[in-house]
């Protein structure tokens, strides 16, 4: 066999061992799944009029056979989150299966930052879609943040973010502000309050001279108590459009050793404002082109209005000028 084709067929190989092909399930396992489901939203769902209703539709539906022709976990996630949805009308409210990423999606993991570059000579870019729990994501942002490190204005974009980890998002908030910031009281069912704060990252420039934030419909959770704390704080503009309004956190519960689900547990309030963000969080810029051109044109323009050289002045308006 040529060595090309060896190769290739070692790589497939390879693939198929690592990869994530659904696990089987037996009918108790599909019933104990079903179970530990109703309990774990009973328990945590922030609502817990609807987290009652929604435990006695799941233990009716498995009584009645609705789930007895599903034979892997994939599967079961796929339905349960459909009817989870169709109960709650809580997106966030989904079960997700926890097979092992196969290895050339692990290659590509990009731990929640999409992509960061430089959009000009001092303004950078980071694309932030899921904030990922800080022992995946730590050295990303380590590598983002630092390639960037010379950039007077950051640009970060979360109008593909609908949240995620909630230590992610204070790791992200690390590295943009200059002091210790109160962003968040996450308040449970049980009456408990957990206060969250971001401290400056001191392995990378943790002051910018101007932070600017896109938000758009697809921005919740966790993204929105970003975007809604750093415009607060007076730390960030936020340009684009309204977001979700979906004021609350979320954290996954296991189910069997296959399953987890991810439940909203918690309402967000920042506690500099005494308020969540009902309706959205609104832009201090809105936008109803690109996000991203109208946040350059206005991070240039607020730069033309104070430069104070013939060059500088000339170089601005040619930046302008391409957008």
């Known amino acids: 066999m040529p060595t090309r084709r060896f190769f290739l067929l070692a790589l497939v190989m390879f693939g198929t061992a690592c990869g994530d092909a659904p696990h089987r399930l037996g009918a108790s396992e599909r019933r104990a799944a079903i179970a530990a489901l109703a309990t774990q939203i009973e328990t945590h769902y922030i609502d817990a009029a609807a987290a009652r209703r929604i435990g006695a539709l799941l233990r009716a539906r498995e009584r009645a056979g609705d789930y007895h022709a ?82 007077k204005t ?40 957990e206060a969250r704060w971001a401290f400056p990252q001191l392995a990378a420039q943790p002051y910018l001279e101007q932070l600017t934030i896109l938000i758009g419909p697809r921005t919740s959770m966790e993204a929105e108590n970003f975007a809604f704390a750093m415009q607060a704080w007076k730390r960030a503009a936020v340009v684009g459009s309204r977001s979700a309004g979906l004021a609350s956190a979320s954290r996954a519960y296991p189910i069997v050793d ?66």
């Open 154 to 193: 950051i640009i970060i974009d979360l109008r593909n973010n609908e949240g995620g980890d909630a230590d992610g998002l204070q790791l992200l908030a690390s590295y943009v502000v200059d002091r210790p910031i109160h962003y968040a009281n996450l308040a449970r069912r049980d009456g408990s309050t």
């Open 258 to 323: 296959y399953l987890a689900v991810h439940i909203p547990d918690a309402r967000v309030t920042l506690p500099l404002t005494r308020t969540g963000w009902p309706g959205g969080v609104v832009p201090d810029l809105v936008t109803r082109s690109d996000a991203l051109r109208e946040a350059k044109r206005h991070i240039l323009q607020d730069r033309l209005a104070h430069v104070t050289t013939p060059m500088g002045r000339s170089a601005l308006l040619a930046m302008l000028k391409e957008l």
């Open 70 to 151: 599903i034979r892997d976990d994939a599967a079961l996630a796929q339905r349960l989150s459909s009817d989870l949805l169709q109960a709650s009308h809580d997106a966030h409210l989904r079960v997700t299966p926890l097979t092992a990423l196969p290895w050339w999606r692990r290659l590509r993991d990009h731990a929640g930052v999409d992509s960061y570059t430089k959009i000009a000579a001092d303004i950078g870019y980071i694309d932030v879609t899921s904030f990922i729990a800080p022992d995946r994501s730590a050295k990303r942002y380590a590598k983002a943040f630092g390639k960037l490190a010379d950039s």
